[in-house]
């Protein structure tokens, strides 16, 4: 168990539609990413958060948003839905914001998307 | 262009082999991971480098910066280390990197 809970853990819904997943990192860790894992781009870094500020932002969709709120959770919002996303969307945490921290990996979400 | 090549994509050992995956990698780094995904989907951190060696139990990796290179090595290898094994760089500008993966089947 790393400590990061992600839920819900299946999401099933239509295009077109808005989702909201959920992060909570293991405690004491101040730094949330979030990453998305689908079969054909295989991984990828969407955002990280660091004590409620944006610190690094990767390949995320104007369609998505994120934030990290006053108690450290964090939150991944997906709108106008297509099929392409279609993924496992994983959160990770660190203690701190920089370069060299190891990251505990929830165990994901998966959107499915009809 | 991938930023981040591993090799090789798919690897079958018997159990008690060593194993070798490599990866290479284009960009400037300001630290190398290596990730393990057991089928289930679930994602594990196993090292965090930016120079050197690291060894955790039977598991060993390196990095060497100039050659812009790592590899992940296996003593012993075993049937639970079957997984796929995934070697990520945070580049020196704060984006994440990743390569496709190595899927290691380990057989008794």
């Known amino acids: 168990d790393s400590g990061v809970t992600q839920t819900p853990k299946h999401l099933i819904t239509a295009t077109g539609q808005r989702v909201t997943l959920r992060c909570s990192p293991r405690s004491g860790d101040l730094s949330v990413y979030w990453y998305q894992q689908s079969l054909d781009q295989g991984l990828q870094f969407l955002i990280q958060y660091y004590n409620g500020e944006e610190r690094a932002k990767g390949n995320i969709l104007e369609r998505f948003s994120a934030q990290q709120f006053p108690d450290l959770h964090s939150e991944l919002n997906l709108s106008s839905l297509e099929l392409g996303d279609s993924a496992l969307y994983f959160c990770?945490?660190?203690?701190?914001?920089?370069?060299?921290?190891?990251?505990?990996f929830g165990d994901g979400t998966r959107l499915s998307i009809l | 262009k991938n930023e981040v090549e591993q090799s090789p994509q798919n690897l079958t050992a018997q159990e008690g082999e060593f194993i070798t995956i490599n990866c290479s990698y284009s960009?400037?780094?300001?630290?190398l991971h290596w990730l393990q995904q057991h089928p289930g989907g679930g994602i594990v951190s196993l090292f965090m480098l930016s120079s050197g060696k690291k060894k955790h139990g039977r598991l060993i990796a390196t990095i060497n910066i100039q050659e812009k290179h790592s590899s992940l090595h296996i003593t012993a290898s075993h049937p639970r280390d079957s997984a796929v094994y995934i070697c990520a760089v945070r580049g020196t500008g704060n984006q994440f990197y990743f390569g496709t993966g190595t899927s290691l089947t380990v057989i008794p």
């Open positions: 990770a945490s660190s203690v701190g914001g920089g370069p060299n921290q190891p990251q505990h």
């Open positions: 960009v400037g780094i300001s630290a």
